[in-house]
């Protein structure tokens, strides 16, 4: 909407993984974090910090969709507390869905999205003329790979607690085929999909096998966004969407959000060093996406910034998610009017809230 207050949304960041597994306290500065965490396994594990509320606050990125990933056991980013069954994978979805609600009960300038209202809260809070102290960051909560969802029918229990986006995979799980590991949704990906169109829960596409993506982009009746996806144009892998996966998502009224990660935006064999990785990157990406889609109603951002990865491997001029305001003048320079820009900042997934999200 036109009216809606300038700020951005990030579609994609793992801030209760970052709490759980490495202690990243959402509420402390990135740059706080950065220092307190030299020389530390934290930081050799995942760089150097670049989300924190502070910043999110000075950046005007005032929502955020905050996920529930847990890893399975043999993934090198479960830290040794990855799940085997589903019940191990239920129990560490709720220790992140717990994080949010605490980080909301107990900051004033963090609030939980689950219905419109709540939305409208916290743009509200952006109007202008509201003072920085009473700036909300909101929180939309997103389930990264469906596995704490131990059967189908639970859906309504994870609706409860506040998800409201579903990406059914990150690797392969019970319900789809996932990033490097080829194939369909499963008989409980069926059901999965058709449990969620009842509640109107927004399907999230990101990390799912092609032919799983295919499948669901044809039959779920719900929204749909891929959340942190790339084209493969710029970095060959099942990780990313292929041109015709892109249009396909367009063709749903999806919104895709552009990943932020050098290793996402160049090919893989030749992932440029961060000061050889200059932003106007970002902007080429999002640029194609809009030829691709036929306008820029598809396209939003989705940093996954803090995602097993740091400062050290985002663009050359981008320090915290406070920098994300920097690709405003860059699309501006390639002839993007101030409505297309403010679509992509925000519009585009609003829209998709909009239409999802209960009164």
């Known amino acids: 909407m036109s009216n809606d207050p300038h700020i951005i949304l990030d579609a994609h960041l793992d801030i209760a ?17 950065r220092t307190r965490e030299v020389g530390s396994e934290v930081e050799t594990y995942l760089g150097g910090a670049t989300v924190g509320l502070p910043e999110m606050l000075l950046g005007r990125v005032g929502i955020a969709f905050g996920t529930i990933y847990t ?16 019940g191990q994978a239920h129990t560490l979805g ?28 916290v743009l509200d809070s952006w109007a202008e003329g509201v003072p920085l102290t009473d700036h909300k960051v909101g929180i939309v909560i997103l389930m990264e790979g469906a596995d704490p969802i131990r059967e189908p029918s639970e859906v309504d229990f994870w609706y409860e607690r506040g998800v409201r986006i579903i990406g ?37 596409l990101s990390h799912m096998a092609e032919e799983a993506y295919l499948q669901a982009v044809d039959r779920y009746e719900g929204q749909i966004i891929a959340s942190h996806s790339n084209p493969r144009r710029f970095c060959e892998s099942d990780r990313h969407l292929s041109d015709d996966m892109v249009r396909r998502l367009a063709e749903r009224d999806g919104v895709m959000g552009v990943v932020m990660y050098n290793r996402f935006m160049w090919q893989l064999s030749a992932t440029p060093d961060k000061a050889d990785a200059p932003m106007t990157r970002i902007a080429e990406i999002i640029d194609h996406i ?13 940093s996954d910034w803090d995602g097993g990865f740091g400062m050290e491997r985002i663009p050359a ?23 297309d820009i403010g679509a992509i900042e925000r519009g585009n997934f609003l829209r998709v809230l909009r239409a999802a999200l209960p009164y």
């Not at 717990?98 to 004033?108: F, Q, T, V």
């Not at 305001?325 to 390639?334: E, H, I, Q, T």
């Open 17 to 33: 993984w970052n709490a759980d597994l490495f202690g990243r306290d959402f509420t402390e500065s990135a740059l706080s974090k």
């Open 71 to 86: 890893p399975p056991a043999n993934s090198k980013l479960s830290r040794g507390r990855g799940y085997e069954t589903p």
């Open 94 to 121: 709720l220790t992140q869905a717990d994080i949010y609600h605490k980080l909301a009960d107990s900051h004033p300038n963090i609030a939980l999205i689950r219905t419109q209202k709540e939305l409208q809260n």
């Open 168 to 204: 059914p995979a990150w690797g392969a799980t019970r319900y789809s085929g996932g990033t490097a590991s080829p194939g369909g949704l499963t008989p409980l990906g069926h059901d999965l999909l058709s449990v969620m169109s009842r509640y109107k829960a927004i399907l999230d």
């Open 290 to 302: 809009c030829q691709v889609t036929g306008s820029a109603r598809h396209v939003g951002l989705g």
């Open 317 to 339: 001029e981008m320090d915290t998610i406070g920098d994300l305001r920097l690709l405003r003048p860059l699309l501006a320079g390639r002839g993007y009017s101030d409505a």
